[in-house]
């Protein structure tokens, strides 16, 4: 089983990847990407969508959203915050490597380092393909990662943080196949006892090789920014954002 498929690697970290500042943040996000991208209507793909995030503070904007995620676990935590808000979001079971609906959406999002995780770098352009696909002529892209740039200006080999419960979790990192991949072994210990422990592996992109491969795929007028304030990607940037639309 890869790592992004273990159920109870989510439920465990949750607390820890989604924090409630990260969920509320995604509201000047939301409102960021419709600057950023001139688009203020229309049907939005989430992809990866996690807890919904990016697909409830979408919805809120008036957006017919469609969010995409294999962990069913995540996708019930978003369709219960959705239904407290009556919100009518579709969310779809599905792995990101075969979801496609021909020129159905307006916008995709994939936040958050959704991007990589297949051990093929032909996977990965498949995703972008099915992307692109899916998007309507003039449709946008955004995808945002921690870019390479921005892993080799603050990688450790471990760090440590303290849960809300008090447990801690511990990260060991190392970069494998001559940049092209990040290795992480995740451990959670309470005490003496260790209650949990995953290894996840996914690709490392520069801005110039996303920018080859969504060119490969068929994008057009694409920009890298340093995060949806729209700052420069430069050695001061701590992420990486993309934003590529599909032709007329």
């Given amino acids: 089983m890869k790592w992004f498929e273990d159920e109870e690697f989510w439920s465990s ?12 943040r995604a509201e000047d996000g939301a409102d960021a990407i419709m600057g950023i991208t001139g688009i203020s209507d229309g049907d939005v793909l989430d992809l990866c969508c996690g807890p919904g995030r990016f697909s409830i503070a979408m919805a809120r904007r ?3 959203v ?30 990101m490597l075969h979801f496609l609906r021909p020129c159905s959406f307006d916008l995709v999002l994939s936040m958050f380092t959704s991007f990589g995780y297949f051990d093929s770098h032909d996977d990965n352009m498949k995703v972008l ?36 419960d008090g447990s801690l979790l511990i990260q060991k990192h190392r970069v494998e ?14 005490g003496l006892e260790v209650r949990g422990r995953w290894q996840l592996s996914h690709w490392i992109y520069s801005a110039m ?21 729209r700052s420069p990607y430069d050695d001061s940037a701590r992420r990486l954002l993309i934003v590529a639309a599909r032709g007329e």
Wanted: net charge negative; glycine share 8%.
């Fill in 62 to 64: 008036g957006f017919s």
């Fill in 13 to 24: 970290v949750y607390p820890f990847m989604f924090p409630d500042s990260r969920m509320e």
């Fill in 177 to 190: 196949d001559g940049w092209r991949k990040i290795h992480n072994d995740w451990m959670i210990v309470d």
């Fill in 129 to 164: 393909c099915n992307i692109h696909d899916s998007l309507r002529p003039g449709g946008q892209l955004v995808l945002e990662i921690m870019g390479k740039e921005n892993l080799a200006a603050i990688f450790l080999d471990a760090s440590t943080d303290e849960l809300e």
């Fill in 66 to 95: 469609t969010g995409v995620d294999r962990t069913e676990y995540l996708l019930r935590m978003a369709s219960e915050r959705a239904a407290l808000e009556g919100m009518d979001i579709e969310w779809v079971p599905e792995d």
């Fill in 209 to 229: 090789e996303l920018e080859s491969m969504l060119l490969e795929a068929g994008f057009d007028f694409i920009s890298a920014f340093g995060g949806l304030d």
